[in-house]
């Protein structure tokens, strides 16, 4: 079993987006490691090549787990630039010696706004999104790098029908299948059930649990993306009120891809107790050992 952790909630901040609010390596591979989280994300840093993060990983005595690749899928004049930024992203990927990188649609404005409940559907739309990540994915794939679609809350795949429709859409080979039992709750549907209709596409995973009540709450009030983000909707694995053990055991016994713990903002007051209340999920569910 492949278990890794994003440090996206430092990212994540009142402020705005800050990749440069993540502690530096040796730093954040101090917390982790203790508790049994020796991988990250890897995304590339930006004036960092992946060779050089890859051997600052290795310093920093950390693995690279698969990075996030988003494009405006959708857009059709931007077409060219997206084919060869997922081309360039898998190069990367491949560098650090990764096979699977998680690919989905960014956040937009119509869905920030509303996130969750798929507004403003359009099938023309989906279908040139399942045309494009197609082709997004065959470059990724010449590259020895398989992507795996991320449906996400605020984006044009947000539901498990759109995520379904592309799926469908897609040749099983090259775009796999990277969902995130947090989102998919989020968005309304049964996360056990969704990954048990796709388990033999299943490449890698987010994990992170939702406090339902909060989450009923902040649909109820229209909050946008940022306040539910901000209102500790989302809580480390095991705090929570979903069914994570349901969700890992729709995988299937033969699921050897990535786990990623995710927890988009920390619930805990302070980043090392939400460290250590995965850490100990991660001990006491899934059997890794510190």
């Known amino acids: 079993m492949r278990v ?13 987006f800050d990749p440069a609010a993540v502690p530096r390596l ?28 890859g051997e600052a990983l290795r310093d920093a005595g950390l693995a690279p787990a698969p990075g996030y690749f988003q494009a ?13 930024a997922a ?8 560098t650090l010696g990764l096979t699977e990188v998680f690919v989905a649609c960014p956040l937009n404005r119509t869905r920030n706004a509303r996130p969750g409940r798929g507004v403003e559907p ?19 794939v010449a590259e020895g790098v398989r992507p795996c679609l991320h449906p996400h809350a605020g984006t044009w795949i947000e539901t498990a029908e759109e995520a379904d429709a592309v799926l469908a859409a897609t040749d099983p080979a090259q775009l796999l299948l990277g969902p995130d039992n947090g989102h998919l709750t989020w968005c309304g549907a049964d996360p056990v059930a969704f990954v048990a209709r796709h388990a033999g596409r299943v490449g890698a995973v987010h ?8 989450l009923a709450a902040a649909r109820e009030r229209g909050d946008d993306y940022r306040a539910v983000a901000f209102g500790h909707v989302v809580t480390e694995p095991g705090r929570g009120d979903t069914d994570i053990d349901g969700f890992l055991a729709a995988l299937g016994p033969d699921f050897g891809g990535w786990i990623v713990v995710e927890v988009d903002v920390f619930d805990l007051p302070t980043p090392e107790e939400s460290v250590a209340a995965a850490g100990a999920w991660v001990r006491g569910t899934l059997g890794v050992t510190a």
Do not use: C
Request: hydrophobic residues 45%.
């Open 26 to 53: 040796p730093e954040l591979g101090a917390l982790l490691r203790p508790q049994g989280l020796g991988a990250i994300q890897a995304d590339v840093p930006p004036g960092m090549t992946p060779a050089e993060f």
């Open 122 to 140: 359009d099938a023309d739309r989906l279908a040139r999104i399942g045309e494009h990540l197609g082709r997004a994915a065959q470059a990724m």
């Open 207 to 214: 994990v992170k649990d939702v406090h339902l009540d909060r």
């Open 72 to 84: 405006p899928f959708d857009d059709a004049e931007a077409l060219a630039g997206t084919l060869e």
């Open 87 to 94: 081309r360039s992203a898998a190069a990367g990927q491949a």
């Open 4 to 16: 890794a952790y994003n440090p996206l909630p430092w990212m994540l901040t009142p402020d705005g």
